[in-house]
Nanobody, 121 residues
């Protein structure tokens, strides 16, 4: 199995920055992609950013130019640098990984428990 542990959330003023981290652990054979999604109260979960094992990236339209996703393959860790934060960025941020674990024959989707990001105006 694969476990994802997020860290780095918190309270920040508008215009500020935060850096989220998500570390994957467990019986990992390979990780295809890792990424971040977020869910605000009363809204659907939405894509923030994803990065593949080949370092291809994709961002949600609302964060392009402000957020940067990166990964450390040796540490099975993905990072999200969030700059110029806005109140509308307030949400629970979830880490997602598509990974192959030992004893499995296909890649599975794993989610972290989420970390709260609150941006005050």
């Amino acid at each position: 199995q694969v476990q994802l542990v997020e860290s780095g959330g918190g309270l920040v003023q508008a215009g500020g920055s935060l850096r989220l981290s998500c570390a994957a652990s467990g019986t990992i054979v390979s990780i295809n992609s890792m990424g971040w999604y977020r869910q605000a109260p009363g809204k659907q979960r939405e894509l923030v950013a994803i990065i593949t094992s080949a370092d291809n990236t994709n961002y949600g339209n609302s964060v392009k130019g402000r957020f940067t996703i990166s990964r450390d393959n040796a540490k099975n860790t993905v990072y999200l640098q969030m700059n110029d934060l806005k109140p509308e960025d307030t949400a629970v941020y979830y880490c997602k990984a598509v990974a192959l674990a030992y004893s499995w024959t296909s890649y599975q989707v794993y989610w972290g428990q989420g970390t709260q990001v609150t941006v005050s105006s």
